[in-house]
């Protein structure tokens, strides 16, 4: 089983970071990045430009910024839960808001885990390289197979 | 008989007082008066009677009162004394048909042929067009204060806006300033000049800084926005807990704290403790150099009120620009004698400023300062909460 990594993010700045940062931390997996939320949402459901795409191949963990085009990132949090295909699916918001709201919105909406993008990029390299670890290595998801 | 004739004349000369001086009086009085019978026919008026319903007074005296009430309102029943129409306007109508408001109050006068009904009565148009006009003002006066309440949350909503676009819109290039020069040094750090070195350093030294000066903005801004909760604050234990977590931070410091025991206030437990973090961090930083630090708080009372007072023996400030203190950003001594962003003190305003009291500063440069601030909640007082004020 592949353990990819779907990278929600719009800015390719950060985009290159993160990419850069699970580099660093030895993070080989595959990692797909969508650029907008109906990108995200279309990877996930084998739709648009990803149709034809297993959907039963969900990725095992999702790192999603809140403020993304076209659809933001809480309404892709809530379509993917509300999904059974992929309501399971780890989610670890990363963003660089930490307004009340959108954290209280984010666990509300059944985000995983709520992390800020530090502007350090050596603590940007620790937090990733911990999101990888605790996500891709520590963390067991139940098997899906044979949910359609 | 001479006599008896002079009695008679001085009897009816009396009655003759009496009649012109009844006359004057009724005539003097302020205002409209009749008298009416049980049949409700007028039987006496006076001259007020006369101009305030247009009939001349030979013509009132003989008429049905009737004719000076509108139809609409024709139920008048002969009360006792008492002032009527308590809460209902009264009209009366005058002899080309208009009405006018009225307030009329009844006597009864019990005469050997049976029982009349004095009646006074105002015109009170004046008066009803004051209170017409004050009405709307005041509801005049309402629509403008809920007009301004909610301009004022539009503006709020936007300030909360903008300190979340602030958020995130400032910090991602300064990720990727920071985050590219580092990975430039990285790739070719040892093929740099010292010089290029050390610029790069101080690139990422400002995107560092600058990343902290937004945090504090953001920190300020919730402040501001945060809802006040008043209730009664242990200050003693709130600033030993404090003073402990500064200890923790520095375990090779020591410093002379003294604190006044059973040091209550009444404000919002949250926001006190981030005013007592901030004046007592300043406190620990600012007797870094002393060689005895001390530092002392206590409750003090000026003029009627509670401050609390954050004393220390350090660096102090230049009394020349205390009124720069508190504002935002703003340092009185350089980076690199005292780190720090400005904004400690701007934030102890607002907190201070939001439960309605006054913060205020004394030093004498190079011998310490202190720090005092009421909260205008003294005990049973009532916080007025502006819309963030």
């Given amino acids: ?148 | 008989m001479i006599e008896l004739t002079s009695v008679k004349d001085d009897r009816s000369h009396a009655l003759n007082v009496g009649v012109e001086l009844y006359r004057a009086l009724l005539d003097a009085a302020p205002d409209a008066l009749l008298v009416v019978d049980t049949k409700g026919s007028i039987r006496v008026a006076n001259r007020q009677a006369e101009t305030l319903f247009g009939y001349r007074l030979d013509e009132l005296v003989g008429l049905s009162v009737d004719v000076l009430v509108p139809d609409a309102v024709r139920d008048v029943s002969l009360p006792k004394n008492r002032p009527m129409g308590a809460g209902v306007t009264l009209r009366g109508k005058n002899r080309d048909g208009s009405t006018f408001p009225v307030d009329i109050s009844l006597s009864s006068i019990e005469m050997k042929e049976g029982l009349l009904v004095s009646v006074a009565v105002r015109d009170i148009t004046e008066r009803v067009a004051l209170e017409n006009t004050l009405a709307e003002l005041h509801t005049d006066l309402e629509r403008r204060v809920e007009r301004r309440t909610s301009e004022l949350v539009t503006v709020n909503r936007e300030l909360e806006n903008f300190a979340y676009a602030v958020s995130h819109d400032l910090r991602a290039p300064l990720r990727a300033v920071e985050g590219f020069t580092r990975e430039i040094l990285r790739e070719a750090e040892s093929e740099l000049r010292p010089s290029v070195l050390a610029d790069f350093r101080r690139v990422q030294a400002a995107a560092k800084r600058m990343g902290e000066l937004i945090d504090d903005m953001l920190s300020l801004s919730r402040l501001t926005r945060q809802e006040l909760r008043v209730q009664r604050v242990d200050v003693t234990g709130l600033v030993d807990e404090v003073v402990r977590d500064l200890r923790n931070l520095e375990p090779d410091r020591a410093v002379d704290v003294n604190v006044e025991n059973e040091v209550y206030a009444y404000g919002d437990p949250h926001l006190l403790r981030v005013a007592f973090v901030n004046l007592l961090s300043n406190a620990w930083k600012f007797t870094r150099n002393v060689p005895l630090p001390q530092i002392d708080v206590r409750a003090e009372q000026v003029n009627g009120e509670t401050a609390y007072a954050v004393r220390d023996n350090g660096a102090g400030f230049d009394m020349r620009h205390v009124d720069k203190l508190f504002n935002p950003f703003q340092r009185l001594h350089p980076t690199h004698d005292f780190e720090g962003n400005g904004i400690g003190l701007a934030t102890v305003h607002r907190v201070v400023q939001r439960h309605g009291g006054r913060a205020w500063a004394e030093s004498v440069l190079g011998q310490g300062a202190t720090f005092r601030f009421t909260l205008g909640t003294d005990k049973n007082s009532v916080i007025r909460e502006g819309a963030t004020r």
């Fill in chain 1, 1 to 148: 089983v592949t353990k990819t990594i779907l990278l929600v993010e719009d800015n390719a700045d950060d985009e290159e970071l993160t990419v850069r940062a699970l580099d660093r931390n030895h993070i080989a997996n595959k990692v797909i990045v969508a650029r907008d939320g109906q990108d995200a949402l279309d990877y996930m459901f084998a739709d648009g430009a990803w149709a034809g795409r297993d959907v039963e191949d969900i990725p095992s963990v999702i790192l999603l910024d809140l403020h993304l085009p076209k659809i933001d990132g809480l309404e892709v949090l809530q379509r993917i839960r509300a999904d059974k295909r992929t309501c399971l699916t780890p989610i670890v918001i990363l963003t660089s808001s930490m307004e009340q709201q959108d954290l209280i919105q984010g666990y509300g909406l059944g985000a995983n885990s709520y992390v800020r993008k530090p502007v350090e990029f050596d603590q940007f390299v620790k937090a990733v390289g911990q999101l990888g670890l605790y996500w891709l290595v520590i963390n067991e998801v139940p098997k899906l197979v044979g949910v359609a």
